[in-house]
């Protein structure tokens, strides 16, 4: 039994020190699927990579993670499209959100920006500086409306 215990404890830790072998980390830009290095060139034209996380899955494709220096984070899939736009306190770039949406919360949260902007298999959500987190379908007609508590 105990022979066993040890067998499995060594196989699931090399699994997992393998896994993360599998993860590459740099700043450099052409490690990134040509799509997403030019939205980083149309979007973020001035902003310095801070690192890029190659993340290579076992049984799923690449995906990659930038942090650019001034604190924003996108989230790439393995073609290059962006998954995720977190601008922390900053707004996120206009072309980035559906016209309708982008009107949508001028006119109803005239006070606030959009920090954040996710794509998501139901359409998209956005966080708005004041907390408000909207949910939209991919026709960009408002789903859910959510207050964070964070």
Not at 52 to 79: A, C, P, S, W
Not at 90 to 117: A, M, Q
Request: charged share 30%; hydrophobic share 35%; aromatic share 8%.
């Amino acid at each position: 039994m105990k022979k066993l215990f040890i067998s499995l404890f060594l196989t699931i830790v090399s699994i997992c020190s393998a896994h993360a072998f599998l993860d590459k980390y740099t700043i450099d830009r052409s490690d990134l699927p040509e799509e997403a290095q030019q939205m980083l060139k149309e979007y973020f034209p001035k902003a310095k990579v801070g690192m890029i996380k190659v993340d290579k899955h076992l049984l799923k494709k690449t995906d990659y993670d930038v942090r650019l220096v001034n604190g924003t984070t996108i989230e790439f899939n393995n073609k290059g499209k962006w998954t995720s736009v977190d601008c922390k306190n900053r707004e996120v770039p206009e072309g980035l959100i559906k016209k309708n949406i982008r009107n949508h919360v001028k006119k109803n949260y005239p006070d606030t920006k959009i920090v954040k902007v996710e794509k998501k298999a139901s359409g998209f959500e956005i966080e708005l500086s004041d907390g408000v987190e909207l949910h939209y379908n991919h026709l960009g007609h408002l789903t859910k409306t959510k207050l964070n508590d964070d």
